[in-house]
């Protein structure tokens, strides 16, 4: 049997119990492994807490993923994401890192998940400002569930964490931290200082990786 995520090979436990719940079995992660790069469906990864078994529409997902790489949308993320991380905390390459993970774990898929909510969502699966003094990371405010962000009725909040000391940032993008997360977020901020090759280079990370559907078994 295998896992839907991340394809080990996992072993059903306490298929019989009454009392615990049953649960699939993942190989132990290995030692030098980012928690990032966990399969969340091991429920293990703090960083992965959000994601997870929750229902999935692979016909919305497939539009949802072509949509966000138009170049407009794909440019207006990747501005949102920078402003949040912080100047020089955010290289293509890292912005390919966390399209990698994004498509690992299938959020695309999420039944109800719409464009305006990925880049927030891009936002918890990397590290930033790794080699400086301030290393960065984000997560969500009082939810479980990252379809909290599109089906609660009122604003689900991120929150920009100091990596060494898990203490808070006093702001996000100069506004105060947590900062909730709206449908104009992304759609707000200003783009015309991308060039031409790095918005090349942002619409290519949709192609750089190998197709991930064709990984899902």
């Known amino acids: 049997m295998f896992c839907l995520e991340c394809h080990d090979e996992v072993e059903a436990k306490a298929i019989a119990s009454v009392d615990v719940a049953a649960y699939f079995s993942h190989p132990p992660k290995l030692p030098d492994a980012s928690d990032l790069d966990d399969c969340s469906r091991a429920a ?43 100047r020089g905390n955010l290289p293509l390459s890292k912005f390919q890192e966390m399209i990698d993970r994004a498509d690992r774990l299938d959020i695309w898929s999420y039944a109800g998940m719409e464009v305006w909510c990925i880049p927030q969502v891009l936002l918890l699966l990397a590290d930033f400002g790794v ?23 009122g604003p689900v909040s991120i929150k920009k964490l100091f990596s060494d000391t898990g203490n808070e940032a006093r702001t996000i993008a100069g506004q105060p931290n947590p900062r909730p997360i709206s449908r104009s977020d992304a759609a707000d901020v200003s783009t015309s200082w991308i060039p031409a090759g790095l918005a090349a280079g942002l619409v290519a990370c949709s192609r750089r990786q190998r197709d991930w559907r064709s990984r899902k078994r």
């Open 131 to 153: 080699d400086t003094e301030l290393p960065c990371h984000f997560a969500l405010v009082r939810t479980s569930k990252l379809s909290a962000i599109w089906r609660q009725s």
């Open 44 to 86: 293990r990864s703090h960083r992965l807490r959000w994601f997870g078994d929750e229902d999935r529409d692979d016909a919305s997902g497939r539009r949802v993923r072509q949509e966000f790489f138009d170049e407009g949308t794909v440019k207006s993320a990747y501005a949102l994401c920078l402003i949040y991380a912080g």
